[in-house]
Nanobody, 120 residues
Framework: QVQLVESGGGLVQPGGSLRLSCAAS????????MGWYRQAPGKQRELVAR???????NFADSVKGRFTISRDNAKNMVYLQMNSLKPEDTAVYYC??????????????WGQGTQVTVSS
């Protein structure tokens, strides 16, 4: 059994910053690609950023230069630092991680989501 738990969402003014965290726990052998997605009301879920086990990253064009993604392999955690936030960043943010469990079975898991609201 594997669980992903996100934290760090909230209400912030335009131009502000937030840091999201996602902790993976359970029968984990290792984590491959770790990422963040978001879904705004009435829109499809979209990739925000992801980071491979080797540290390679890619970002949605809309967040390049404002968001950074990092990971702590020892703790099976992934972080999303969001700066210069805009109202259009408002969405539910989901953690997504490719987990290899102790049986060496690989599967993507989703967190429950954390709300980010950017508003004055």
């Amino acid at each position: 059994q594997v669980q992903l738990v996100e934290s760090g969402g909230g209400l912030v003014q335009p131009g502000g910053s937030l840091r999201l965290s996602c902790a993976a726990s359970g029968s984990i052998f290792s984590a491959n690609t770790m990422g963040w997605y978001r879904q705004a009301p009435g829109k499809q879920r979209e990739l925000v950023a992801r980071i491979t086990s080797h540290g390679s990253t890619n970002f949605a064009d809309s967040v390049k230069g404002r968001f950074t993604i990092s990971r702590d392999n020892a703790k099976n955690m992934v972080y999303l630092q969001m700066n210069s936030l805009k109202p259009e960043d408002t969405a539910v943010y989901y953690c997504n991680v490719d987990i290899i469990d102790v049986s060496r079975w690989s599967q993507y898991y989703w967190g429950q989501g954390t709300q980010v609201t950017v508003s004055s």
